[in-house]
């Protein structure tokens, strides 16, 4: 394979993240300065890389919390009022192909060159396939078109794809993973940080991404859609016990990055409230996520804090609001990848297009409980009733659905963000001192882009600023 097109700042030493000896030793290793590396510690840093970036202020706080109204900020209220710019996701974008992409793709040339059996390979480069599909999702799901089938090679000026070029790229990647993994054959003995190489959950896994995907475009291009819900419908996630995480470490450099931006150790900061949309939304619905969600206010009870909120009117409320509850932005709190729940809803959703058969009420019903479940909520009669009150509606099932995705999906902005996007629920709207006068429905594109590739990037665009237009999936 050829190598990755080193967008923006180059890798930054992997040592500089890891100052203690603990569980991810592959981390420990620079593999730009080491002679000899071994794939799995190129696969490390990727994966650390990609889920510490997605779970991180930027993407998950700043713009998905954000985006989809769960949190509000407490002082410095910009981004809750849509005033980024093209400077916003700089970072985001080299870390994505400078870094991520940079990484996996040498990790693919060196598993190929290795002496070993040849589905104990195949299996290896399944997975970095699987993770580099992630990868390409996060970025056309953000920016829509992106480099895609340019970004790996020599072109220094890489062409920009359509977003339909890159979901059935996507698609068709996952679908051969699925295919080709040997459930017998071992895979990386170590530096997979999601699965330890365990094959069995990433085909679930594989197959669950590819559920998620091909739902997301079935409001555009149905029949491609049907097709890959089909393939990946027989062997998903099926259990929490299952869920595909990416845990954190109790180290401070390994930690949780909302961690870090908070505690007093490293960022101190203490820039968000839960919405008074969440609080007040939870509410309705006698859900007792909320307390899993939220602390208590000064007052002894939860209190939401007013999105979109002027400078000035959050500083003089940030005294007597909630902030999120610790437990979603400990040192160890996982980065949720792909959760049983999610899958159910998916489900759900397939069940009521009729696109695969059965019971869309059921599948709900799994959802809910299985978020339920893993938020710490176990009392079955206790869901049965709020499940009971909260009925699925298939007359409104984008209702239903969307709304307790929206829940399920808490602590994951970025995909709470795409799901708000394509199913409309709940009904959000900006707050009046927004600077524009519509929630976010695509992310800028980065300076970078507009001075390094400009030729490229001015033919799919002439407002690289813009975050009004829709992306190609989103067509309600």
């Known amino acids: 394979m050829k190598k990755i097109k080193k967008y923006g700042l180059m890798l930054m030493s992997v040592a500089l993240l890891t100052q203690c000896d603990d569980n991810l030793t592959d981390l420990n290793v620079d593999p730009n300065s080491a002679v000899t590396v071994a794939p799995s510690t190129l696969l490390t840093t990727a994966q650390y890389y990609f889920y510490n970036t997605t779970q991180g202020v930027t993407v998950n706080a700043d713009w998905g919390q954000l985006m989809v109204q769960q949190w509000s900020q407490t002082e410095y209220t910009e981004d809750s009022r849509y005033n980024q710019d093209i400077n916003f996701f700089n970072g985001t974008w080299s870390r994505m192909y400078a870094d991520v992409l940079k990484e996996l793709d040498a990790a693919k040339t060196l598993v190929e060159s290795q002496d070993l059996s040849a589905d104990i390979i195949n299996n290896q480069k399944n997975i970095i396939d699987v993770m580099s599909s992630q990868v390409f999702a996060f970025l056309t799901d953000g920016f829509e078109k992106v ?128 919405s008074e949309y969440l609080v007040n939304t939870l509410t309705s619905l006698g859900d007792p996520r909320l307390a899993k969600f939220a602390n208590n206010a000064s007052s002894g009870s939860i209190v939401g804090m007013p999105y979109g909120l002027s400078d000035n009117d959050a500083t003089v409320l940030k005294p007597d609001v909630s902030r999120p509850n610790d437990n979603v932005r400990s040192a160890t709190t996982p980065h949720v990848i792909m959760s049983y729940a999610e899958v159910q809803l998916l489900l759900a959703e397939a069940y009521q297009r009729g696109i695969l058969t059965g019971n869309a009420a059921t599948a709900y019903a799994n959802g809910v409980t299985a978020s339920m479940n893993y938020w710490g909520i176990t009392d079955a009669a206790a869901i049965a009733t709020y499940v009971s009150n909260n009925a699925y509606d298939s007359a409104n099932w984008k209702m239903s659905i969307g709304t307790q995705k929206w829940v399920a999906l808490y602590m994951n902005g970025f995909q709470a963000w795409n799901e708000w996007r394509r199913l409309d629920y709940p009904q959000l709207s900006a707050p009046a001192a927004a600077v524009i006068n519509s929630i976010p429905v695509r992310m800028p594109y980065p300076l970078s882009e507009t001075t390094s590739n400009a030729s490229q990037l001015d033919l799919v665009t002439t407002n690289p600023n813009d975050m009004q237009t829709k992306v190609w999936w989103d067509v309600n």
């Open 147 to 274: 480099p895609y089938t340019e970004a790996i090679g020599e072109n220094s000026l890489p062409k920009y794809d359509s977003q339909e070029v890159i979901y059935k790229g996507i698609l068709e990647t996952l679908e051969n993973a699925a295919n080709t993994f040997s459930a017998s054959s071992q895979s990386f003995t170590s530096g997979d940080i999601i699965y330890n190489g365990d094959v069995t959950k990433w085909i679930k896994l594989t197959n669950s991404l590819m559920l998620r995907y091909a739902m997301r475009i079935a409001d555009v291009d149905l029949a491609t859609a049907t097709r890959y819900i089909n393939l990946a419908s027989s062997n998903l996630i099926s259990s929490n016990d299952e869920n595909a995480l990416f845990t954190f470490e109790t180290s401070l450099v390994r930690s949780n990055p909302l961690y870090r931006n908070n505690t007093p150790l490293e960022g101190n900061r203490d820039d968000y409230a839960v």
